[in-house]
DNA sequence: TTGACATGCAACAAAAAAGTTGCATGTTTT
DNA sequence: AAAACATGCAACTTTTTTGTTGCATGTCAA
């Protein structure tokens, strides 16, 4: 098993995606990601400049992000260097497309169906 | 109205999305949206059969997917049918979308540095 | 009209999340 | 070595979330 969490591990797609969406949505997490996106890794007191909370407070946040896969963190002497991964978005992001082609499908179906029985 | 309710009518783009996202952090609102994908309305006491929880928990976590305006609901005689509304998922998945945008960019530059500096 | 169905509302309990404070440990820098 | 920095851990409080039960209201169907 690779080195993710034990909810992203789980077989339940559903579960699986239901952590990350969880992780997201939270605005000071959100915030986080975003900082991260630039693609540069920082430390957990460079990241708590700048969010009004506590270091902890950060730190906790960090490592919810951790446990959905959505950012990993390695030491570098006296600190820890956060970076942001990005498969578990992209696989999100599938799930959301794959929810938002099946209802486009159905509502295609339901207008042929309008259409036959009208004209 | 809970907090996050209220935040899903909010204008500041971070805490709608995180509302969304919290809005879809939940396996039985995801499972929701799932039933509801298949583009039929459908009443609070059908999507309860199926559920495990009682028709109360149901009709809350339906109206948290109603707060950020991924579903809408309608009277009909005495049930109130839901729907999927696609809306913030795709404005959802945009904002991933961007997210992922900006990382690539980020290492693609990442990635050029090193080779200027390299070979 | 009566009974079955569908829902609303409110109070409550249990659990999880979010955030704080205080103290300990390890690492640079001076 | 001492000061400053970066972090970890644990206890604790406050809020939010999740779910339940009980009762009231409205609607359909026999």
Known sequence: MSSRTKAA????????HASVFAALGDRTRLALIGRLSCGERQSISRLTKGSRLTRQAVTKH???LEGAG??????????I????TP????E???YLDEVGRQW???????????A???G
Chains 1, 2 share one sequence.
């Not at 260097?81 to 942001?84: I, N, Q, R």
């Open 104 to 114: 486009e499908d159905a509502l295609g179906r339901l207008k042929a169906f309008i």
């Open 70 to 79: 959505l950012v990993m963190c390695s030491r570098k002497g006296r600190e």
């Open 9 to 16: 591990a789980s077989n339940h797609p559903e579960r699986r």
């Open 81 to 84: 260097l956060f970076e942001f």
């Open 87 to 90: 498969g578990p978005m992209e």
């Open 62 to 64: 960090l490592r919810v």
């Open 116 to 118: 036959a029985h009208q």
């Open 92 to 94: 999100a992001k599938t």
